[in-house]
């Protein structure tokens, strides 16, 4: 590690035993960072796609510096580092590691490094549930570390005040920040009825992963639209859920509709929900309008506009539209690029607010 690095691994972590993740106070616990502070940062999993467009962020961001990278099949990433199997990699010679690993496996890690006193950044599903007997019951198998429950969610709109010096993150997927991101607004105001909340996303072919599976290669889904784990089946209902009640506990259930589509990147929810008396159009518009002023990674379309696709390929934002439905029924379409503001770029974006960064360095 250089001189600009932070100082020893036995200061940074006794600082990781002593402080706690949870509810931190925004002044007390901001560090004051340098512009020109650099932090070592490890990649395990940095081959598959949302790894690839990591360390591609990564490799450009002002205050970090990528000191290994793990492969279990690959040795030299188009960056030029080698890569190390993951038992090989030095996991005490960083700051930060990101997770970019199955469940399961993610979270044994997780717990590892936090023993180690480095952060994490989890991008598997391992971190994301609040109880690790909900995780069991949707994962099909013990929690890995359950002592890290429940862990920041790193969705930066709408929780960042619980991110911010957090010495691990649970990185949220691209359809449940695309959903969230639809309905934040109004569930941070009550608005929603005890009707259910109807979620329909479409993802490209790279949400499958990088893994050869018949159903996901390209010949097999061009042409084609597939629905899967449709209605309660799909394991981000709990998730959605868990977040949704903590801004409004009498939220109505969710029904959740992905969909897979032909195309290489991109996530679309267009989200369904009725509406308590009294909310017109012009009330949820304000609401999206004020609960989003000044995001710098949201954008509110104006009225008459819906989000799609193109609004956010290869970006690092989100895009929300706001639409009429019938009666109390209001209709928001978010979009996101899945492997960035629905995986990478989030946890870059969450590994400035750890690190008391600028939120946007590295994605602006």
């Excluded at 932070?6 to 002593?18: H, I, K, M, N, P």
Aim: net charge neutral.
């Amino acid at each position: 590690m250089t001189a600009e690095m932070t100082t020893s691994t036995e200061t940074r972590r006794a600082a990781a035993l002593a402080a706690s993740p949870a509810q931190p106070d925004l002044e007390a616990t901001r560090p004051s960072r340098s512009a020109s502070q650099k932090y070592a940062v490890g990649v395990y999993g940095a081959t598959g796609y949302t790894g690839q467009v990591l360390m591609s962020l990564l490799s450009r961001h002002p205050n970090a510096q990528v000191i290994f990278a793990t492969s279990e099949s690959s040795r030299e990433t188009a960056e030029g580092l080698e890569l190390v199997p993951a038992a090989e990699a030095p996991l005490d010679s960083a700051d930060v590691v990101f997770l970019c690993l199955p469940h399961g496996t993610s979270g044994a890690l997780a717990a590892k490094a936090v023993a180690a006193g480095v952060r994490a950044i989890d991008l598997s599903a391992d971190l994301r549930l609040d109880s690790p007997e909900v995780y069991q019951q949707w994962y099909k198998h013990e929690h890995p570390a359950p002592h890290l429950l429940p862990a920041p969610f790193g969705l930066p709109e709408i929780n960042r005040h619980n991110l911010i010096n957090a010495k691990w993150v649970a990185n949220p997927g691209c359809h449940v920040t695309a959903t969230l991101l639809a309905l934040y607004p109004l569930a941070r105001a009550g608005a929603l009825t005890t009707a259910p909340v109807i979620a329909d996303t479409k993802t490209g072919v790279s949400g499958a992963g990088k893994s050869l599976k018949l159903d996901s290669m390209f010949v097999e889904v061009y042409g084609d639209v597939k629905p899967y784990n449709i209605g309660r089946t799909h394991r981000h209902v709990p998730e959605i859920e868990q977040e949704l009640r903590k801004l409004q506990p009498d939220v109505g259930p969710l029904i959740f509709a992905p969909h897979l589509v032909p195309v290489d990147v991109g996530l679309l929810a267009t989200v369904y929900a009725r509406l308590k008396p009294g909310w017109t159009l012009a009330r949820v518009r304000e609401a999206f309008e004020t609960a989003y002023a000044g995001e710098p990674l949201v954008e509110v379309l104006p009225a008459g506009r819906v989000a799609r696709f193109n609004d956010v390929a290869r970006k690092n934002n989100a895009v929300i539209g706001i639409s009429e439905g019938a009666g109390d029924t209001v209709i928001i379409t978010s979009a996101i690029d899945n492997l960035r503001k629905g995986a990478a770029s989030q946890a870059v974006q969450n590994f400035n607010l750890m690190m008391g960064l600028p939120e946007t360095a590295g994605l602006l």
